[in-house]
């Protein structure tokens, strides 16, 4: 064979694999930490709106971010039961089967009431899929948001909230929704582009600390107390703008 050829074959075959490989996704590097994000159309969560996000964990709710881990309220984990190992999610299977697994770890957050759970197995994809967490936190210049709450099999949308420099907060008290129990609950806004994103965890019926306050605390321990990758979404691609 010719060099000439050779060095042609060579480009078809460097060619073909790069248009079949999968796109990376992107990471954002902070000092000594690195978030990665979700790509647009590349999501490897359901892009639909979905109801199936609320894990039950004691005292109130939480949200699966990752295959070992929960992000709920601190509140709904005591003290007693995080030190007695009696700490349990449930939640219901995408084959409408019940699932309990423990919790051997419970990592607080040392302002806000934030908790992560992780857990003693990871929960398959297939069973529950986790969701994106937002990046960059909102603040009042962006707007009035319409946010979704979960809270078992009760959802809430068009819920009108507004930013701050570490909480969400719903002015009107009239527009709250919610229920008894539902402490430790997902705030989310649905993106066409992207699917659910969690920005909040309920604290009471009208404000939630916003999870990108808290970004580098949650990538921080789940990476240190697992291998567990997380996904992050930026505000625009949240937001759409």
């Not at 809270?151 to 420099?165: D, H, K, L």
Request: hydrophobic share 35%; aromatic share 4%.
């Amino acid at each position: 064979m010719s060099k000439s050829c050779l060095v042609c074959l060579c480009w078809l075959i460097g060619t073909n694999g790069s248009a079949t490989s999968p796109r990376p996704a992107s990471t954002e590097q902070t000092p000594g930490i690195a978030f990665t994000m979700v790509t647009a159309g590349d999501s490897p969560y359901p892009m639909n709106d979905r109801k199936n996000l609320s894990v039950h964990c004691g005292g109130g709710k939480g949200v699966l971010i990752s295959p070992h881990w929960v992000l709920t309220a601190s509140h709904c984990i005591t003290s007693r039961k995080a030190k007695s190992g009696s700490v349990q999610i449930r939640f219901t299977t995408s084959k409408r089967k019940p699932a309990t697994i423990g919790v051997d770890k419970v990592l607080r957050h040392k302002s806000k009431d934030l908790a992560l759970l992780r857990l003693v197995r990871p929960v398959k994809k297939d069973d529950r899929p986790a969701v994106l967490l937002l990046r960059q936190k909102i603040s009042r210049e962006d707007g009035k948001l319409s946010i979704k709450k979960v809270a078992g099999n009760e959802v809430w949308r068009g819920i009108p909230a507004i930013g701050g420099s570490d909480n969400l907060r719903v002015p009107k008290k009239e527009d709250r929704r919610g229920k008894a129990g539902s402490s430790g609950g997902p705030w989310l806004i649905h993106s066409q582009q992207i699917g659910d994103v969690l920005v909040g965890i309920t604290h009471g019926g009208g404000f939630a600390p916003q999870v990108a306050y808290a970004a580098t605390w949650i990538q921080e321990s789940v990476s240190r107390h697992s291998n567990d990758r997380l996904m992050w979404a930026t505000k625009k691609q949240t937001l759409g703008h």
